[in-house]
């Protein structure tokens, strides 16, 4: 099963100008176990996914919200030369087809 | 922070503000002195009207929220999330006319309830252009309205010798890795701004007010200064605060209409003033996920408010009521500061391409024609220009993935940042008509190799800007810092 056939939501937006953060949630707690007990979702992930250092991915477990929160260093700093999306809005789709 | 033509004092004033001159008690202090009665003590009604003024407050959720009786209006009007643009520059966000109707909404509802109305990071991103735009529309509102009150402004503008002393001082920390400063970062700030706190929201309320208008601010401190001034318990307070400063975005379905918190000692209730929105333990829990990387602590310039035992419980279908939240003060207190830096005047250039062998060769196509469009503009100029391009289809969001399709068609946008717009323009325009001609390497199509949706498709679109300084500050001079300003209207 892929996260997007068990989550609620999917998203992405900036947490500050240098921060891109990932939040999942889930209808229910057993969809929210399931997922955190098969454990596709961890550092090693998002960093391949993300091309980002392992060390510098944070996940955080928020259960009050059925909910996963990652944090990721943006590789520009939000509206820089350069940058691509400057709310941080569009980064989550890639997250979509993993499987768990 | 000047506001010309305009009769000001510094406070503190004479009489410390409890009286107008009308013989009115100011807003501000009237809750106060109620609270301080034996027995005034009671729970606090705070209308959360807008997360983002200048947009549009829907306005039957608005009145819905005003027929309840609220003790404060409160409105954030900006953040930084618009990126460096609008600080850096002195515009708004938000259309002129859009902000002064929203502005007239609330300013004449908080007069008709006599209750403070109080609005945080005016004019989107609150430097001294953003919060002189905001009061030259609230006099403009108070004169049209025929409405008379106790206006406070406080700018959030840090002084730059301030931030350069820190720097001196090694009270200076970069957030998620913003590098180090040097003083000339600091010097080349067009605005720099700190966000203000309770600390100085509070200087304001004491002086007595009815209308507070604050320049950079935590979206917090508009909602969470006044119950902890009336003994509230802090925690409590900013918890509520960070969930209705984005009006009733923490309902299910989220929105923009206005929310209404009950604050007492022990939680809060959370009701959204529009009937469809309804407030459930799981979307306000969720609400704490929303642009924060972590949801459990909300960090203000005083301490933090820690949410690890936040309990999120159901009152009925559309309320849920929150508790839990406790408050560690910080042992000093830090600032966190944002300054945006001029980069160079920007054009770009809008246009599309569908044909498969230029979509197929584009990434070396771009590459030869910035060589040759180099070697032309800068024939008897220095290459003091940045060029940028995003080909949307391809990988003008995000980097493109194994496996992701070829697209029929892509849409380019090229952006040049030149010193000038005279120089922004005419490497843009020289990008243009080489890119259109480019003869690559297979190429059928030979007569052109762009769509342009209109002419002329390069376009000036102003200064472009950067953070150049998003940091925590320590310094010994906070008292210096936030000054309030008393104006009656």
Redesign the interface.
């Known amino acids: 099963m892929q996260l997007q056939d068990i989550a609620k939501v999917i998203r992405s937006?900036?947490?500050?100008?240098?921060?891109t953060?990932l939040?999942i949630?889930f209808n229910d707690d057993a969809d929210y176990q399931r997922v955190k007990q098969g454990g596709a979702i961890d550092a090693a992930l998002i960093a391949r996914l993300y091309?980002t250092p392992e060390q510098d991915v944070?996940i955080?477990d928020?259960p009050?919200?059925?909910?996963l929160?990652i944090?990721i260093?943006r590789k520009v700093?939000?509206?820089?030369?350069?940058d691509?999306?400057?709310?941080g809005a569009?980064?989550h789709?890639?997250l979509f087809e993993v499987e768990v | 922070m000047s506001a010309p033509g305009r009769p000001k004092r510094e406070f503190p004033l004479g009489g410390n503000g409890a009286q107008r001159p009308g013989g009115h008690m100011s807003a501000t202090r009237r809750i106060l002195d109620a609270f301080s009665q034996p027995g005034g003590r009671r729970p606090l009604r705070l209308l959360g009207a807008s997360g983002q003024l200048g947009y549009g407050i829907p306005t039957p959720a608005f009145q819905a929220g005003l027929d309840r009786q609220p003790d404060l209006i409160g409105c954030d009007m900006g953040s930084i999330d618009i990126g460096p643009y609008y600080l850096g520059s002195g515009n708004m966000a938000t259309a002129r006319e859009s902000t002064k109707r929203d502005l007239r909404k609330v300013l004449t509802a908080a007069r008709r309830l006599d209750i403070p109305l109080v609005i945080g990071s005016a004019g989107s991103a609150g430097a001294a252009p953003h919060l002189q735009q905001t009061l030259e529309l609230v006099r403009e509102i108070a004169r049209e309205q025929k409405l008379s009150f106790r206006l406070a402004w406080i700018p959030g503008d840090i002084p730059k010798d301030v931030v350069i002393e820190a720097i001196r001082a090694g009270g200076l920390t970069g957030i998620d890795g913003m590098p180090e400063l040097a003083e000339a970062d600091v010097e080349n700030c067009a605005n720099l701004v700190g966000q203000m706190g309770m600390t100085a929201f509070r200087r304001a309320f004491e002086a007595g007010v009815d209308v507070l208008i604050a320049g950079r601010a935590c979206d917090t401190a508009i909602f969470s200064t006044l119950p902890v001034m009336l003994g509230f318990p802090v925690g409590l307070s900013v918890h509520m605060a960070k969930i209705i400063e984005c009006a009733s975005i923490c309902c299910l379905p989220g929105g923009r209409d206005s929310i209404l918190a009950t604050l007492d000692d022990e939680g809060f209730t959370l009701e959204s003033m529009a009937p469809q929105r309804r407030a459930t333990p799981i979307s306000v829990a969720a609400h704490s996920l929303y642009e924060q990387n972590d949801p459990y602590v909300i960090i203000e310039p005083e301490g933090r408010a820690e949410l690890h035992n936040a309990r999120y419980e159901q009152v009925d279908e559309r309320r849920t009521r929150v508790s839990g939240a406790t408050w560690v003060e910080a042992a000093e207190q830090t600032i966190k500061i944002e300054g945006s830096t001029r980069v160079g005047e920007r054009a770009v250039l809008l246009c599309g391409a569908a044909d498969p062998r230029f979509i197929e060769r584009h990434e070396q196509i771009l590459r030869d024609v910035s060589v040759v469009v180099r070697d032309l503009v800068c024939e008897d100029a220095e290459e003091d220009y940045q060029l940028y391009w995003r080909v949307y289809g391809m990988n003008g969001v995000t980097d493109r993935q194994p496996g992701d399709a070829v697209p029929a068609e892509v849409f380019l946008l090229i952006e040049c940042i030149a010193p000038t717009t005279a120089r922004a323009s005419e490497v843009m325009r020289t990008m243009k008509q080489y890119l259109l001609h480019f003869g690559y390497e297979g190429r059928l199509s030979t007569g052109g190799n762009l769509a342009f949706a209109f002419t002329p498709p390069e376009v000036s679109v102003g200064t472009a800007y950067k953070f150049g300084v998003y940091h925590i500050m320590r310094t010994a001079r906070m008292d210096e810092l936030f000054p309030v300003t008393i104006e009656e209207l």
């Open positions: 937006k900036n947490a500050g100008p240098r921060c953060t939040d949630m091309d944070k955080i928020y009050m919200a059925r909910a929160k944090a260093p700093t939000a509206g820089d030369p350069g691509r999306d400057v709310y569009q980064q789709s890639r």
